[in-house]
């Protein structure tokens, strides 16, 4: 249903683009998050959309840093990622339907996720 893509190596201070693509409609759904898991920890919010009006939330930890948006033409929804840290590492995944505050969906479909590091 989703599909993940544009992770990568890059140097601290760098900037990835990610992507995510919905088969079928971005419409059926009233939101689109992007989720990280780094190695032993739980996964967790870093940006979401509503797919109708585009607002955005970002939690602490992406705020001023990530970007999200969406192309409902496209059915694709982009995170950018500027001022990477080693700490951004991580396993990134979209999903749609975010719990509230971005908080990550109990149901709803979840892309194959694509690896981010962050790395000198």
């Known amino acids: 249903q989703l599909q993940a893509s544009g992770g990568g190596l890059v140097q601290p201070g760098g900037s990835l683009r990610l992507s995510c693509t919905v088969s079928?409609?971005?419409?059926?759904?009233?939101?689109i998050g992007w989720f990280r898991q780094a190695p032993g920890k739980e996964r967790e919010g870093v940006a979401c959309?509503?797919?109708?009006?585009?607002?955005?939330y970002y939690p602490d930890v992406a705020k001023g840093r990530f970007a999200i948006s969406r192309d409902k033409a496209r059915n694709t929804v982009y995170l950018q990622m500027n001022a990477l840290e080693p700490e951004d590492t991580g396993i990134y995944y979209c999903?749609?339907?975010?719990?509230?505050?971005?908080?990550?969906?109990?149901?709803?479909?979840w892309g194959q996720g694509t690896q981010v590091t962050v790395s000198s």
């Open positions: 999903a749609t339907n975010p719990a509230r505050l971005c908080g990550v969906p109990s149901t709803g479909y």
């Open positions: 079928g409609s971005i419409l059926d759904y009233y939101g």
């Open positions: 959309i509503a797919v109708t009006d585009g607002s955005t």
